[in-house]
Nanobody, 115 residues
Framework: QVQLVESGGGLVQPGGSLRLSCAAS????????VNWFRQAPGKDREWVAS????????NYVDSARGRFIISRDNSKNTAYLQMNSLTPEDTAVYYC????????WGQGTQVIVAS
């Protein structure tokens, strides 16, 4: 049974940082790419960042580039999204997605950036 457990969300002030985690089980984590998405209230889900199965070629949406860092630890079956210099526009539910066909999604973790 595949299970993705996300954690690390919360309330943070503008300019602050958070690190999201996505712990996976029941799948071959080290052979699958990881993507992070987010969905703000009233908006469509938006792709944020991706990384290959080997931890290479990180890529980011323009609004996150230079502030967010995607990484993974295949020995722990866990992916991370380090988010720095957060702004209210980063407020959203953040989801990890592992693999492509099939793809597996986490339950989401809420990030609120407010003073």
């Amino acid at each position: 049974q595949v299970q993705l457990v996300e954690s690390g969300g919360g309330l943070v002030q503008p300019g602050g940082s958070l690190r999201l985690s996505c712990a996976a089980s029941g799948l071959s984590f080290s052979s699958l790419g990881v993507n992070w998405f987010r969905q703000a209230p009233g908006k469509d889900r938006e792709w944020v960042a991706s990384i290959t199965f080997a931890g290479r070629s990180p890529n980011y949406v323009d609004s996150a580039r230079g502030r967010f860092i995607i990484s993974r630890d295949n020995s722990k079956n866990t992916a991370y999204l380090q988010m720095n210099s957060l702004t209210p526009e980063d407020t959203a539910v953040y989801y990890c997605k592992i693999g492509y066909a099939p793809a597996y999604w986490g339950q989401g973790t809420q990030v609120i950036v407010a003073s």
